[in-house]
């Protein structure tokens, strides 16, 4: 196996290991690797496209919330995470734990247990959009909360180790803490 190559510009030998070329000074890195501020705005750029955006919460809000809580009901985790289709828009109704929350302003996203196991443990686990009531306490991790919303599908997003992870999704309309 050679450990020689050809430089892209005036096609002298060179080291595959070499940087510039030693016969004409081309730089024989990639293009990335050459403009590293550069390759760094455009990683920051794509990031910065592909957030979430969590502007766009819709939820009903034409009817009074006691009337909204009402009209919710609490549809089985495995019921919406196997046939989400056909409970989507429809309004829910969950207590559990909260396990992460992610804020930007007055905009949350939670990922919440809802699924109470024998031994009080939370488990199955749902994506949460939310926006804030002014003066309302902020959510933290390990709170138990109830939430009415509406159910939206499911929601795929990349774990720590780059695992694709989808769980169901809920815009909720009202939060409340449980003390």
Known sequence: MSKMTKCKACDGE??????????CGKDQRIFFMR???VTFILFVLVFIIFIPNTDTIVVDETIPVEEYKMQCENIPYNDIARDPDRFIDR???????????????????????ITETEYGYYEDTVWVNYMYIENEKRLLEDDIVKFWGEFKGLKSYKSVLGAK????EINARVIEPIE
Not at 94 to 99: D, H, M, N, S, W
Not at 165 to 168: D, F, L, V, W
């Open 14 to 23: 060179i080291a595959k290991s070499a940087k510039k070329c030693v016969h």
């Open 35 to 37: 403009h590293k501020i």
């Open 91 to 113: 309004k829910v109704k969950y207590t559990g734990e909260i396990v992460q929350t992610s804020e930007t302003g007055s905009n949350i996203v939670l990922r919440i247990n």
């Open 165 to 168: 992870i989808t769980i169901p």
